[in-house]
């Protein structure tokens, strides 16, 4: 998120009520750029305790002495704190920053600012708010232009959000899908240790890795396991044609290979007697199983098929073994001694990687929660991650996305119909019918709309 995103989005908290997150995402961009003059406003409304508000306005007045805004908000709260107190703020920063010489110029001099402390904002009473000059819901002015008038300190409350995003059966919360034990599927009430809904009967429970991303371990294992097909491929091909010449085979060796799988050939019959006693066919079809499986072998660990790491155990140890009694049985042939101590050393290697491979496949269970995903950060990873939701039927996290997304872009139309269909599923069709006003008022000629319009209905005489 860059800093003007975290702005928006900073302001949009601080009207939805949300000081925590409206105070933590403008003091990160403050900590950015220290010359954002409304970010610094919006803090001193944000801060929890007099000296980080006087700071902010001061850092204010450093950046622009004449503000309109910032010198009656710091003289109403001169009012509000003790007078010494007050007149002691106002004045250490200037006197630690610049000397006699310079106390004249009018110029603001960057050493003054410096960032507000970071503490956690807590439940702000009235009497620690200053006046709020809450921005229009898509306005980007800055906060110089707001009035200047200074009443009754006013706390932003959940009826002052945008109808679609304010919940149509309690007005005690900005968000009716704050717990995160609700049900993903029908965002209703269920307890942390259901293993299934016990409305929409759906399970609560999904299996997950414990691993998420391929170890080293095993990314080795699979080209390991492609090497070994390339390499007993390339190496049988050699082996049965030096054999077939060797035993008399005269013809293309090609145009053999039918009579491996019970078809007939047009070469003459003692060439294919040949070519069956150089190449039997239990060491033909044992070439291609070794190398289906060993390509099949990669595919198991690649995708992490259950129980796969076994048999990639089971299949290193059976390699050794062959490669033994092989290495017996040819030991007359160099060539084939060779070729047999390489597989050898390969399935050695292959019994290390399966030792070490085993927490890539182990899993574990856990209950699925009503919560934004970690990495959906901007309005278009939350509408991702919504969208996605919705193909699963998890309506409940679907609406929880969507709402997030339209709080940072209101009039994305893409946005408002899904949301209207997540609203419909959940059965809140009154904040499905302001939604699809919405959307008539952006886009009146949308396809969707009607569609949308006669789901709402016909959801509403099934509910009864």
């Not at 007149?87 to 006699?100: E, L």
């Not at 003692?270 to 289906?292: A, G």
């Not at 059976?318 to 092989?326: D, K, M, Q």
């Not at 949301?419 to 006003?437: R, S, V």
Request: hydrophobic share 45%; aromatic share 8%.
């Amino acid at each position: 998120m860059d800093i003007e995103q975290a702005y928006q989005a900073g302001l949009l908290a601080a009207q939805a009520g949300a000081r925590q997150d409206a105070f933590t995402l403008l003091n990160t961009v403050v900590q950015a750029d220290e010359t954002r003059i409304e970010a610094w406003l919006w803090l001193s409304q944000l801060a929890d305790n007099m000296d980080d508000k006087f700071l902010c306005l001061e850092n204010v007045l450093t950046l622009e002495p004449e503000h309109p805004v910032a010198q009656p908000l710091k003289k109403w709260l001169q009012n509000q704190a003790n007078p010494s107190l007050a007149a002691d703020t106002a004045s250490h920063d200037v006197d630690d920053a610049i000397d006699d010489s310079t106390a004249t110029t009018k110029k603001p001099s960057r050493n003054l600012i410096r960032p507000i402390k970071v503490t956690k904002p807590s439940e702000a009473s009235s009497d620690d708010l200053l006046p709020v000059f809450p921005e229009p819901f898509e306005q980007t002015a800055p906060l110089e232009q707001a009035p200047t008038e200074l009443n009754e300190p006013e706390i932003i409350t959940p009826q002052s959000l945008p109808p679609i995003l304010v919940d149509d059966e309690s007005s005690s919360s900005t968000d009716f899908l704050d717990d995160e034990w609700l049900c993903p599927y029908c965002a209703k009430e269920t307890a942390e240790e259901d293993n299934s809904c016990p409305h929409c009967r759906k399970s609560l429970l999904v299996i997950t890795r414990t691993r998420e991303e391929r170890s080293p371990w095993l990314i080795r294992g699979i080209w390991l396991q492609l090497g070994l097909a390339f390499y007993v491929f390339t190496l049988g091909f050699i082996y049965m044609g030096i054999s077939a010449r060797m035993g008399g085979v005269q013809v293309d060796l090609f145009d053999l290979l039918p009579i491996y799988v019970g078809l007939s050939t047009e070469q003459p019959p003692e060439q294919v007697e040949l070519m069956l006693e150089s190449i039997p066919l239990t060491m033909f079809w044992s070439y291609w199983v070794f190398i289906t499986f060993s390509i099949l072998m990669s595919a198991l660990l690649f995708f992490r098929i259950n129980m796969a790491n076994l048999i990639y155990l089971m299949y290193a140890g059976s390699i050794i073994l062959c490669t033994l009694l092989a290495t017996i049985l040819f030991s007359t042939s160099h060539y084939v001694l060779i070729a047999l101590m390489l597989i050898f050393v390969i399935g050695v290697i292959q019994l290390v990687i399966g030792m070490h491979i085993a927490p890539d496949f182990s899993t574990k269970t856990t209950r699925l929660k009503t919560e934004i995903d970690q990495d959906a950060k901007g309005h278009t990873s939350l509408f991702i991650s919504g969208r996605d939701y919705s193909r699963k039927g998890m309506w409940g996290v679907t609406v929880l996305h969507l709402r997030r997304a339209v709080m940072r872009r209101p009039n994305e139309v893409s946005y408002l119909l899904l949301l209207t269909k997540g609203y419909i599923k959940l059965n809140h069709f009154n904040m499905a019918e302001d939604t699809l006003n919405h959307v008539a008022q952006l886009k009146p000629d949308s396809t969707e709309l009607q569609s949308l319009r006669e789901m709402l209905v016909a959801s509403r005489l099934k509910s009864g």
